[in-house]
């Protein structure tokens, strides 16, 4: 069965709360435990915040990326109006 957006939408806040809740529960463990699970945990919150800032990065150069197209079809069609203009001219003056 397919789940309606709404939910959907949860479900894709879910990890931050869960990794909340796994550390709320990992600190709720015995003394003798508890380093290992830390370090574990550590490293996925690490990883987790590293992909967001790549990320982050890689949708900032998309944005560039395409400003810059922009731009050049701009400029492109410009140059091709100022080509025919010139064309138009030089057929007049023969």
Not at 2 to 7: D, F, H, K, Q
Not at 61 to 67: A, E, H, M, V, Y
Request: zero cysteines.
């Amino acid at each position: 069965m397919s789940t309606p957006y709404s939910e959907k939408k949860t479900a894709e806040k879910t990890p931050s709360l869960n990794l909340s809740e796994l550390g709320a529960l990992i600190e709720e463990l015995p003394p003798e435990l508890k380093p290992r699970f830390e370090k574990a945990f550590r490293r996925v919150v690490n990883g987790m915040n590293h992909r967001q800032r790549v990320l982050s990065f890689i949708q900032g150069s998309i944005s560039q990326l395409r400003f810059d197209m922009k731009y050049l079809v701009f400029d492109l069609e410009a140059t091709r109006r100022e080509r025919d203009e010139y064309r138009r001219q030089l057929e007049d003056i023969r």
